[in-house]
T-cell receptor, first 115, second 112 residues
Framework: DTGVSQDPRHKITKRGQNVTFRCDPI?????LYWYRQTLGQGPEFLTY????????KSRLLSDRFSAERPKGSFSTLEIQRTEQGDSAMYLC?????????????FGDGTRLSIL | GENVEQHPSTLSVQEGDSAVIKCTYSDSASNYFPWYKQELGKRPQLIIDIRSNVGEKKDQRIAVTLNKTAKHFSLHITETQPEDSAVYFC???????????FGPGTSLSVIP
């Protein structure tokens, strides 16, 4: 068990560009979550999947954001036409509904900086 | 939607003293209450959690209490050490595998 891994760890891009992040959950974890954390704040829920199905998407999530989990394993989060306000740490977490009442495990996150 | 409040926002204690952080929530459907510790630049790490069928849980120097009727829960750290210095987040969810709603955090400083 290597834990939740996220790639890249850091991304710097110019405003208006598209970016894509990847998350590899703990193997056999069927649920995968995306959160966003800005400086000095708690993580904010964005969306989550059970296997390949996207179960919920935050109302705060603009239509520039899209997430996929095509094969029920890794997930990608894409932000189109990035804006200054998108600068944040994007955290991924995973858990399993099959192994009892287990907590979510977080990855190290991808830090996005918009120039 | 769920609203989680957390107090205080900053807390400074002398090494060896106790620290208490309090949280309130609004959604009575919440049944899972984890606490996360986050050091600068690192991932949130679960330190303790409690479920609604339990009023108190303890793990060494850390304890959590829950009052579901009043919709508040607290984290207690005893015999604080400098390595306890971090930001602590309370959180709520319906179950451990539902979306987690985090509080705004408490920055704890333990002074040697």
């Amino acid at each position: 068990d290597t834990g939740v891994s996220q790639d890249p760890r850091h991304k710097i891009t110019k405003r208006g560009q598209n970016v894509t992040f990847r998350c590899d959950p703990i193997s056999e974890h069927n649920r995968l979550y995306w959160y966003r954390q800005t400086l000095g704040q708690g993580p904010e829920f964005l969306t989550y999947f059970q296997n390949e199905a996207q179960l919920e998407k935050s109302r705060l999530l603009s239509d520039r954001f899209s997430a996929e989990r095509p094969k029920g394993s890794f997930s990608t989060l894409e932000i189109q036409r990035t804006e200054q306000g998108d600068s944040a740490m994007y955290l991924c977490a995973s858990s399993s509904t099959a192994s009892g009442d287990q907590p979510q495990h977080f990855g190290d996150g991808t830090r996005l900086s918009i120039l | 939607g769920e609203n989680v409040e957390q107090h205080p926002s900053t807390l400074s204690v002398q090494e060896g003293d106790s620290a208490v952080i309090k949280c309130t929530y609004s959604d009575s459907a919440s049944n899972y209450f984890p606490w996360y510790k986050q050091e600068l630049g690192k991932r949130p790490q679960l330190i303790i959690d409690i479920r609604s069928n339990v009023g108190e849980k303890k793990d060494q120097r850390i304890a959590v209490t829950l009052n579901k009727t009043a919709k508040h829960f607290s984290l207690h750290i005893t015999e604080t050490q400098p390595e306890d210095s971090a930001v602590y987040f309370c959180a709520v969810a319906e179950t451990s595998y539902d979306k987690v709603i985090f509080g705004p955090g408490t920055s704890l400083s333990v002074i040697p």
